[in-house]
């Protein structure tokens, strides 16, 4: 097994306040199933007004295909709560997003959506937009020691809590964290079924 959460080409967006509905405009919204918000991914800059592909947008140069880690700027995800911009985002090919900070529900859903929103200070950041800005670099990303890890050996410190990271290395959504306390969940409910049967609903057995 690799010790590597993920290995990969980075590209660079080095924009401040990106926020949800850049990342996945309101009229995609729509629908009723997770799929299909890769295409849609940053879609007003991604797009021109005929709807062909803006050659000048990063995500569409040709030295940028296959790219699965993103280095943004400051305060990524803000706006509107929407799940789907995690969604967009994973769905296009992201595994990682880099930024020097993160709105805190885009934070929460990324990591229940498997998407790792690792947090650098502004030097680092700096360093990795440039980094970027040369065709082909690799980078991996060490999540035990909460580490970028460049193509010349430089690593690189991020910021990420020990609950996530472990969430993220175990390969867990929120429910899947649930599930590994089923034992406690079920000790405590069959005691407070002893403490307070009247709050249980009819016909309800432990």
């Not at 911009?85 to 930024?99: C, E």
């Not at 502004?122 to 690799?138: I, K």
């Not at 472990?166 to 002893?194: K, P, S, V, W």
Request: proline share 4%.
């Amino acid at each position: 097994m690799s010790q590597f959460f993920h290995q990969g080409s980075a590209c660079a967006l080095p924009v401040n306040h990106v926020d949800t509905d850049q990342i996945i405009p309101k009229q995609f919204l729509t629908g009723t199933t997770r799929d299909g918000f890769g295409d849609a991914l940053f879609f007003d800059w991604r797009y021109t007004e005929d709807g062909t592909p803006n050659p000048d947008f990063v995500l569409n140069k040709p030295e940028n295909k296959g790219v699965s880690v993103l280095v943004s700027g400051h305060n990524f995800g803000c706006g509107s709560s929407r799940e789907h911009a995690p969604w967009a985002l994973a769905q296009f090919g992201f595994k990682v997003v880099i930024a020097g900070s993160f709105a805190d529900i885009f934070y929460r859903n990324c990591i229940n959506n498997k998407l790792l929103p690792a947090q650098v200070d502004e030097a680092a950041l700096q360093q990795l937009q440039h980094y970027c800005a040369t065709a082909g670099n690799q980078l991996a990303i060490d999540l035990a020691q909460q580490q970028i890890v460049l193509a010349d050996g430089r690593r690189i410190a991020f910021n990420i809590s020990s609950t996530d990271r472990e969430q993220l290395m175990n390969d867990c959504d929120f429910i899947g964290i649930a599930e590994q306390h089923l034992d406690a969940i079920d000790r405590y409910e069959t005691e407070r079924a002893g403490q307070a049967p009247w709050m249980l609903p009819k016909g309800y057995c432990v």
